[in-house]
């Protein structure tokens, strides 16, 4: 099992999904967390963006 407590602090951004070719644009509406460490992540919606952070 891994050592949750030593993975270092980490954050990635999805932006809104797009189409190609355009016009087209999507939102992300929703987000889950899943592996041994999930008590140690996290994640935000905010304006069809997902923010996931994790580590410590």
Known sequence: MADC???????????????SPEPGTGTNTSAYIYGP???????????????MTGGG
Do not use: H
């Open 5 to 19: 407590a030593s993975i270092p602090y980490g954050q990635a951004v999805w932006g809104k999904p797009f189409v």
């Open 37 to 51: 460490c999930k008590a140690n992540a996290g994640y935000s919606l905010s304006n069809g963006e997902v923010t």
